[in-house]
């Protein structure tokens, strides 16, 4: 087909689009939960407390049980997702049933009760954050690929203006999990000097003392180092952004400018939120990030339901959708920036309870139970929010979409926590032979030692999330060029299901065989 009639049909392929359900969503999301419990329990039950066997044998495993499920259910499975989660959960319990029978032939002296393993200690590292973050990258990298071709379902595509799309969460994912794990989040923050000074300075004006002006102006100085701090440490986003800003216009690469405007892209708005969130902890402390949140979220639709400001977006000045002038061509990607900021401020308020000191797998269990609230009551708002106020819009981060990508990601974390407690449970009540050749006469407490090993299985040099996580700039990059590539290199609309398929695996297993292999060589690639 020549290129002028392709673009046509590109152009209607990607435009106009509503969206599906938030429950069909919820729903997908499931599956990598479930997906990476089957992976664990799996990994245990084959490799014991060794953990990892070699590098094929583990990375196909990891494929297999993270990638493919998910992957098929964004596709060609798409009508038979309850039945994909059937299977796994099916596999699962076989596992746990088949490792307890096995636990309780050859070493039944090793299992604990259930208010026993309750209260053991746990330490290191919270690996359902990192299930989270490696899965922000997973599921988007399957996912810019896959909608360009027939066999990812509209409905799961980006919306036009209004409405619920898979890929709508993305760049909201993408932003929680930056901020649960950034320096605020995680105590250390650095309190800027001086803060407390500016606020004395708009209250008390009539102070003249010299070394109270020194001290002002001290204060001010270092905020505003701590802000060019922070656009330093994205200028990478910003090249990144202008460097995919220049590729894309000279090489015609089609793209749907109702996303972020003409200019804007999704590196601009993290380097925008990462500047603005700076400045905004440079003056309040990160303590107060839930307050931000709601007063960044609350202004913001106020200004578009009662300034105005949403017709703007959604129309241009003139109400005709004029893209004249930078304002007008980029005020998507300008203005929902602010939308994201308040998912941003939220993040860190998130990410502050997650780093809290637990110490037993029973404050585990209540942190869970917390979540699960959590994530019933952000629901509940959810409805009323589009009921009372406005429907989503990726297109403005509306309220609803920010109250909307939230209650998905603590939906996640919820799920990759009862994960990692399953995981642990299972082992200490022995449903999982975590080393079939251990003395039988092995006491608890080296038992105890044993299930410790193997639950940090994620620090392996072969650990496909491990790898993601190390390298997830690359990997989202990597994952944009081989896109590219296929895009310039196949008519992908055109495609039949087995040649879209075969490439969309294939392109995964490559993207992820990269990073482990530059994960087990441990390189790390930073460019600031």
Same mark, same amino acid.
């Given at each position: 087909m020549d290129e002028v009639a392709y673009r046509q049909i590109q152009e209607s392929f990607y435009s106009n689009l509503n969206g599906t359900s938030p429950l069909e969503i919820s729903v997908l999301l499931t599956v990598p939960i479930v997906s990476v419990l089957l992976r664990n329990i799996l990994i245990l039950w084959l490799f014991g407390s060794a953990v990892y066997s070699g590098l094929w044998s583990t990375y196909l495993i990891d494929f *297999?049980?993270?990638?493919?499920?998910?992957?098929?259910?964004?596709?060609?499975?798409? !009508?038979?997702? =309850?039945?994909? $989660?059937?299977?796994?959960? @099916?596999?699962?319990?076989?596992?746990?049933?088949?490792?307890?029978?096995?636990t309780s032939k050859h070493c039944k002296q090793l299992k604990f009760s259930l208010s026993d393993c309750l209260g053991h200690k746990v330490?290191?590292?919270?690996?359902?954050?990192?299930?989270?973050?490696?899965?922000?990258?997973?599921?988007?990298?399957?996912?810019?690929?896959?909608?360009d071709f027939v066999i990812f379902p509209r409905r799961f595509a980006k919306t036009e203006t209004y409405g619920t799309g898979f890929m709508d969460i993305g760049v909201g994912g993408f932003v929680?999990?930056?901020?649960?794990?950034?320096?605020?989040?995680?105590?250390?923050?650095?309190?800027?000097?001086?803060?407390?000074?500016?606020?004395?300075?708009v209250l008390q004006p009539c102070i003249n003392s010299p070394w109270y002006c020194i001290y002002f102006y001290s204060g001010v100085k270092c905020t505003v180092l701590h802000v060019l701090q922070a656009i330093k440490s994205t200028s990478p986003?910003?090249?990144?952004?202008?460097?995919?800003?220049? @590729?894309?216009?000279?090489?015609?690469?089609? &793209?749907?400018?109702?996303?972020?405007?003409?200019?804007?892209? #999704?590196? #601009?708005?993290?380097?925008?939120?990462?500047?603005?969130?700076t400045l905004c902890f440079a003056l309040i402390s990160p303590k107060m990030s839930w307050l931000i949140s709601l007063a960044v979220a609350i202004g913001y639709q106020y200004c578009l339901t009662n300034q105005g400001l949403e017709d703007f977006v959604l129309h241009g000045s003139d109400g005709s959708n004029t893209r004249v002038g930078i304002l007008n061509a980029n005020?998507?990607?300008?203005?929902?920036?602010?939308?994201?900021?308040?998912?941003?401020?939220?993040?860190? =308020?998130?990410? $502050?309870?997650?780093?809290?000191?637990?110490?037993?797998?029973?404050?585990?269990?209540?942190?869970?139970?917390?979540?699960?609230?959590?994530?019933?009551?952000?629901?509940?708002?959810?409805?009323l929010s589009v009921q009372h106020i406005q429907p989503v819009s990726r297109r403005t981060a509306n309220l609803s979409f920010i109250i909307w990508v939230f209650a998905y990601c603590v939906q996640l974390f919820t799920g990759f926590l009862f994960v990692e407690i399953i995981t642990m449970v299972s082992m200490e009540m022995g449903f999982i032979p975590i080393n079939t050749s251990v003395n039988k006469k092995q006491d608890s407490s080296q038992r105890k030692d044993s299930i410790v090993t193997a639950v940090n299985f &994620?620090?392996?040099?072969?650990?496909?999330?491990?790898?993601?996580?190390?390298? !997830?700039?690359?990997?989202?990059?990597?994952?944009?060029? $081989?896109?590219?590539?296929?895009?310039? @290199?196949? !008519?992908? *609309?055109? =495609?039949?299901?087995?040649?879209?398929?075969?490439?969309?695996?294939?392109? $995964?297993f490559i993207l992820g065989f990269i990073h482990v292999l530059l994960h087990s060589l441990n390189i790390k690639t930073k460019v600031w």
């Open positions: *297999i049980t993270l990638i493919a499920p998910f992957t098929l259910c964004c596709t060609v499975y798409s !009508q038979h997702i =309850q039945a994909i $989660m059937i299977s796994l959960l @099916s596999l699962v319990v076989g596992l746990l049933v088949t490792g307890d029978i096995a330490e290191g590292k919270r690996h359902f954050i990192s299930y989270f973050r490696a899965y922000a990258l997973i599921v988007t990298a399957i996912a810019i690929l896959a909608v929680i999990s930056n901020a649960v794990v950034s320096p605020e989040a995680r105590g250390k923050h650095k309190e800027i000097r001086g803060v407390k000074c500016t606020v004395l300075h986003l910003l090249v990144i952004g202008f460097a995919r800003l220049l @590729s894309v216009k000279a090489s015609d690469y089609h &793209e749907h400018i109702s996303e972020y405007g003409v200019h804007w892209n #999704f590196f #601009f708005t993290l380097a925008a939120v990462r500047v603005l969130s005020r998507e990607g300008i203005f929902s920036s602010f939308g994201y900021l308040a998912i941003y401020f939220a993040g860190v =308020q998130f990410g $502050m309870f997650l780093f809290k000191n637990r110490s037993t797998i029973k404050d585990w269990c209540k942190t869970f139970l917390f979540l699960l609230l959590l994530d019933i009551i952000l629901w509940i708002v959810f409805t &994620e620090e392996s040099k072969y650990c496909l999330i491990g790898a993601v996580n190390r390298n !997830q700039l690359l990997y989202f990059l990597l994952s944009n060029v $081989m896109t590219g590539a296929v895009n310039l @290199s196949l !008519q992908t *609309i055109l =495609q039949p299901t087995e040649v879209a398929l075969t490439t969309l695996f294939s392109y $995964m």
